[in-house]
């Protein structure tokens, strides 16, 4: 029976821990066995239950937790390591070659194509490694590597039948609510998204915000939503282990946040049935289709993304046909199928190569 791990060094939930959660249920539902290797007692170790849960914490140096790490390897007897980041892939990378067995996989950002550093070509002499690309775009884009053992498309995908049984979570009474998703990297988009929502409220549109996501200085934002007069008509969530509720009680899910957060925010609202907004240029336009299965709104335009969705929550019919639309698209198409299948291979091909040496 195959065996894979996820590292996660960080004890904070975010999108990542989400990614591997999903991709290990996938693959343990195809009987091979998977495990997360993170902080004990962390937010991630409680919300991956589902998988074993491998505790281990960073100390020291890449060399000296790359040493340690290769001891619960060689007790998990794992055929994959699966990484993201550079400085994860070299520890990684180490602590499978100290532990005399496996491969690394390590997981590309969605929607970016980065120089290969030092730190990378060293990882990929010290471990047989293949890079995991959201897309074949992404995986076109990458930087040729000559020792590189491949490269495979792993989507984002997202089990929909998780939230057959989700309430949505209390919003009040007579307004519209909008979850807006944000990440680090979005300040411009989450604070045009903003201006609009401002834009709607002057109108006399009751709009009740959620900011779901870590923005990129909470301090700004909370100052700039309340020169907008959106004080107190906007609440900052963070980063719940489950935002499912909260998106499912929404009016409108606004996904300004680029890479897996967007995605997987943008396949969470489409599965949950609530209609999706999406910031055009971001990973999250990737999975919408424009009047069918979502919305796409202009990055700077302010009025104009006010315009589209007061057009939009104003017209039951094209709601109710983006909405069916988006969950059968969930249904047929972002399966977990494909990655798991992809990923799957890739742990015989690590074995075979094994073999052969």
Same mark, same amino acid.
């Given at each position: ?188 988009? $989450? ?87 999406? $910031?055009?240029? $971001? ?26 969705? $007061? ?47």
């Amino acid at each position: 029976m195959s065996r894979i791990a996820f590292f996660h060094p960080s004890p904070d939930w975010d999108v990542l821990a989400r990614v591997y959660l999903e991709m290990g249920k996938a693959l343990a539902a195809r009987g091979i066995t998977a495990a997360i290797i993170c902080p004990p007692a962390s937010a991630v170790a409680s919300a991956c239950a589902a998988l074993d849960v491998l505790p281990f914490e960073r100390r020291g140096s890449w060399f000296a937790d790359g040493i340690r790490l290769s001891l619960t390897l060689r007790e998990y007897g794992g055929d994959a390591l699966m990484v993201a980041g550079e400085d994860e892939h070299l520890l990684a990378a180490w602590a499978v070659r100290r532990s005399g067995r496996g491969a690394v996989l390590r997981r590309v950002r969605a929607g970016s194509a980065r120089d290969l550093t030092i730190k990378t070509r060293l990882a990929v002499r010290l471990a047989p490694t293949w890079f995991v690309h959201s897309s074949s775009a992404d995986a076109k884009a990458s930087a040729p590597l000559r020792a590189l053992r491949g490269r495979l498309v792993a989507d984002l995908a997202i089990d929909p039948m998780q939230f057959e049984r989700i309430a949505g979570a209390p919003t009040p009474i007579g307004t519209k609510t909008i979850v807006l998703v944000t990440d680090p990297g979005a300040a411009r988009a $989450t604070a045009a998204a903003l201006r609009s929502i401002a834009a709607m409220r002057q109108r006399g549109h009751p709009i009740h915000t959620l900011l779901v996501g870590a923005p990129h200085d909470v301090n700004e934002v909370r100052v700039h939503a309340t020169s907008l007069g959106l004080g107190d008509a906007i609440v900052f969530i963070g980063e719940p282990v489950n935002r499912a509720p909260l998106l499912a009680a929404a009016d409108l899910v606004w996904v300004v946040a680029d890479h897996e957060d967007g995605g997987i925010a943008a396949l969470d609202a489409m599965a949950l049935g609530v209609p999706v907004l999406v $910031t055009r240029g $971001t990973v999250a336009e990737r999975y919408v289709q424009q009047g069918e299965t979502g919305m796409v709104a202009e990055q700077d335009d302010a009025l104009a993304s006010a315009a589209l969705i $007061t057009l939009l929550l104003a017209n039951p019919t094209l709601l109710t046909r983006i909405t069916e639309g988006a969950q059968a698209d969930m249904r047929l198409r972002r399966s977990h199928s494909a990655v798991a299948d992809a990923i799957a291979a890739v742990l015989q091909d690590a074995a075979v190569a094994r073999a052969a040496a």
